[in-house]
C-alpha cells in the first residue's frame, strides 16, 4: 500500500516538472516577481475601486435603457382638465406676453423641466364659456387640479411626470415659497379670478 503511494507520488512529480519543461515558455510568466506584485496588488488595492466602476457603468447602462424619448415638441398636458398645449421658451421678459398667445410659457430664468430648482411656467385664462382663441382659455381651470393629479412636461425629447401638491393664492407681485433647492419643483401660474388680473393661482407640483 505504501508502496503504491510512494509510486504515485513520484509519478505527479515526475508529471508536474514534465509539464513544467514542455509548456515552460507559455506558463513562465506566471512566476514573474512584477505579475506577482500587479496580482497581490491588485486584489489589496484595486479591485474594489475596480468593482465601484463597474457598478457605476452598469448602473449608467440600465438609466439610459430605462430612459425613454420622445418625438412629441415641448409642451405640456394635464390629463384631469383636459389641457395639451405647446410649451414656450423665450429669452427675455418683454417677450413673455407675446408668446402666450401661442401655448404656455417657461418663465426666463427659472429651472428647465427636470433640473433642481423652481420651474416657473405660465398661461392665460379665462371666464367661462370663452371662446377659444389662441391659448386665452388654456390655464383656465386650474383650480380644479388636487393634490396627486398629475402634470406631464415634454422637453427636448423627454417626458418628465409631477405630482401636484399644493395650491396657492398669490397678491399680484407676490414671490412663489421657498422651496428645497435640491427637488425639481413646478409651478403653473395664472390670473385668478380666470380672465380677471386681480391675484395669482399657481399650482405647485413636484417631480416624480
Partial sequence: MDSKKILLKYFLIFFLISFLIFNWQKISWIFHPGYVLRTVSFYLFEKGKTEKVQQKEEQKIKEQKTEEFYEKEDSIKIPKIKISAPLIVVGKEEEVKKALDRGVVLWPGSALP???GQVIILGHSAPPNWPKIKYDWVFSNLNSLEKGDE???????????????EKIFLNRGQELP???????????????????????????????
Avoid at 183 to 205: N, V
Fill in 151 to 165: 402634470i406631464f412636461v415634454y422637453f427636448k425629447k423627454k417626458k418628465y411626470v409631477y405630482r401636484v401638491e
Fill in 178 to 208: 421657498k422651496t428645497d433647492p435640491e427637488k425639481s419643483i413646478l409651478f403653473l401660474i395664472s390670473c385668478w379670478p380666470p380672465g380677471k388680473d386681480f391675484r395669482r393661482i399657481a399650482i405647485e407640483a413636484v417631480k416624480d
Fill in 114 to 116: 427636470g433640473e433642481k
